[in-house]
């Protein structure tokens, strides 16, 4: 069952290519989700003197990635899926994108001053040995910034035991765009625990909140004002 997530990303990569880059399409991505990854990122005077060095797993097609390299970083990035890792490549901004498998980073021990896993642990059929390779090339006291669909807030179909790893899948249409999303849902306490085990302080635990004026900009996603869609945390190695 596990494996079958990722083999349906690696299906499913056109469309996302197509929900990631049409513009104004990915409403939650820009206007609720990436303002609460970049409010969760250490700050310019954390990080060591000049372009610190980024890793980007599960970049997908890049855009997070391209974001960080504007704002002065060097950034690597892995994905699972050849056609998107090469549509993230041919769309600049990395350093390196290598389209491989999360377990097993292509990477030396203290590589990277950062590590990003927005929006794909969830998606990972090994996400504890994903956060033990990212632990692995971190630097010592090097950050890792997550981003996971909230626990709290999956479908009642699709969950009968909260505390049990579960199988979602959901399929989208919106604007002619259809996607289809998959992957796992597991407590809270599962993430916390596998930080803990791979070194990792907890420093910030955010549930990204839309403004007032959400409900009626985007009625379709309203409820993303009164429940969390989105659960972000900031670790650092201790």
Do not use: K
């Amino acid at each position: 069952m596990t494996q079958d997530v990722t083999a349906v990303w690696r299906r499913n990569a056109a469309d996302w290519l197509a929900w990631a880059r049409t513009p104004g399409h990915d409403v939650a991505f820009w206007e609720l989700n990436l303002p609460g990854l970049e409010q969760l990122l250490p700050h310019t005077g954390q990080l060591p003197p000049g372009e610190a060095r980024v890793l980007d797993v599960g970049c997908g097609e890049g855009r997070v990635g391209r974001l960080l390299a504007e704002r002065g970083h060097r950034v690597w990035g892995l994905d699972s899926s050849d056609l998107l890792a090469t549509a993230a490549r041919d769309a600049g901004g990395y350093e390196e994108v290598v389209c491989g498998d999360a377990v097993a980073l292509p990477w030396e021990d203290d590589s990277f001053d950062l590590a990003l896993a927005f929006m794909t642990l969830m998606d990972m059929p090994g996400p504890l040995d994903a956060i033990r390779e990212l632990a692995r090339v971190l630097r010592p006291a090097g950050w890792l910034c997550m981003a996971i669909g909230h626990p709290f807030n999956q479908p009642p179909s699709s969950r009968e035991d909260y505390f049990e790893e579960s199988r979602f899948e959901e399929e989208v249409e919106r604007d002619g765009i259809r996607m289809r999303f998959v992957g796992h849902d597991r407590p809270l306490s599962f993430y916390t625990e596998a930080l803990a085990d791979s070194g990792f302080v907890i420093e910030r635990l955010r549930e990204p909140r839309p403004d007032p004026g959400w409900p009626e900009r985007h009625p379709r996603l309203a409820e993303a004002y009164r429940i969390p869609f989105f659960l972000h945390i900031r670790a650092r190695l201790s």
